[in-house]
């Protein structure tokens, strides 16, 4: 029931939002007023559909079992993307406005003007684990705008040992009596894959919406999980400094069908935000900040819990002085400080964010740099 629970909560959210987006219609032709909005084709009829929908996405995966969700079997996706989102501890629902958008709120991708891509490339645990990502945007049209975001999590060149073992004493155990054949050593890989289609679009002058399907696969040797997920985005800018985000990640509940014949659920996650901007010393400071609500009776690894219901907070501080330099700081929800530092240039962003695991430094430090590509030309902004 937990799935119907968090819809209720996004449907109720999408509603309100219309009744608010509608209340000018009085002032605006009609043809406008009864657009569409994503899914939801009325103000009356979007509760009714978003149910209908949810049930038939439920059916279709296969959720409608006993199973116990599992914890954790996402977590790849949650560690974040993009130099300028990492900086500032991840508190980025609110904020999202470039190729990473995909990611952090598909309807932050509606304010893009130009096609853009992104790649970053990040390096953890002394160079152990590899993490890459990339995303392409096109603006297409007034309004819409279409994304596609890649992003791998791998650890390279396993040894496999596993018929290496020269058994001398025919105990089936790996002892000193024993010995490896180094010609025999294979290697594999372990690499968590996700593929994210978004659509986003603009609703009226401040309210944007977004969708991702996303397609998942996780590989370990031989061993293989495929699943599809499904996320919702909102923002809304009820004044001209001030952003609100929602983003519902998994929203039906993610499965991951291995073919060993096991199978894991990633349950939803939202994530609500919020960024206001000041004009200060040149330049403007924004402070942001971020909750995440998980659902998988995260009682220890969390800030804060009510039952299985987990509480995870995200705050971030940037300056960017004139659209040149930017500095940030933020505090990320594994209670982790982190600092990002960016360039700006004509079509390009330089990014880059550090974090250290560990107080001894026992985990390494991480540096993520990203690069922003922008085609900004006439030729190529979207239509006004």
């Not at 024993?178 to 009226?204: C, E, M, P, V």
């Not at 929800?333 to 004509?346: C, W």
Request: aromatic residues 12%; hydrophobic residues 40%.
């Amino acid at each position: 029931m937990l799935e119907f629970v968090v819809l209720g909560v996004i449907s109720l959210a999408l509603c309100a939002f219309r009744r608010s987006a509608s209340q000018d219609c009085s002032s605006r032709p009609n043809s406008h007023c009864e657009r569409e909005f994503g899914l939801f084709h009325s103000f009356e009829g979007s509760m009714r559909r978003t149910v209908a929908l949810t049930m038939v996405l439920l059916a279709a995966c296969g959720l409608a079992t006993a199973q116990t969700i599992a914890k954790y079997a996402g977590e790849f996706m949650s560690i974040g993307v993009g130099g300028r989102a990492l900086g500032l501890g991840g508190a980025y629902t609110a904020l999202a406005s470039d190729a990473t958008a995909g990611y952090w709120n598909p309807s932050g991708l509606a304010r893009l003007e130009y096609p853009e891509f992104v790649l970053m490339h990040d390096e953890r645990f002394g160079n152990l684990i590899n993490y890459d990502f990339a995303a392409v945007v096109v603006p297409y049209g007034t309004d819409e705008t279409f994304g596609l975001s890649v992003m791998r999590l791998g650890v390279d060149g396993i040894p496999d040992t596993r018929n290496a073992m020269v058994d001398n004493n025919g105990n089936g155990i790996f002892d000193n009596a024993d010995r490896l054949d180094y010609d025999k050593i294979t290697y594999f890989n372990s690499a968590d894959w996700a593929l994210y289609l978004s659509y986003a679009s603009k609703y009226t002058s401040d309210l944007y919406y977004g969708v991702n399907i996303k397609f998942i696969r996780r590989t370990l040797a031989e061993y293989s999980a495929t699943g599809v997920g499904f996320d919702i985005g909102l923002l809304y800018s009820p004044l001209d400094d001030l952003f609100i985000g929602l983003n519902a990640q998994d929203i039906t509940t993610t499965l991951l069908a291995w073919n060993t014949g096991r199978n894991e659920l990633v349950s939803p996650t939202l994530k609500f935000g919020a960024a206001y901007f000041f004009d200060v010393f040149g330049g403007r400071l924004a402070p942001t900040v971020d909750v995440d609500l998980r659902f998988e009776n995260r009682q220890f690894a969390s800030t804060a819990n009510l039952g299985p219901i987990s509480l995870d907070p995200h705050a971030g501080l940037e300056f960017d002085f004139k659209k040149t330099v930017a500095v940030r700081v933020g505090y990320s929800d594994v209670k982790q400080l982190t600092v990002g530092a960016g360039l700006h240039l004509r079509k390009l962003d330089i990014d880059y964010s550090f974090a250290r695991f560990g107080k001894n430094d026992d985990l390494g430090d991480t540096h993520r740099i990203s690069l922003r590509f922008l085609l900004q030309e006439d030729r190529f902004a979207r239509p006004r």
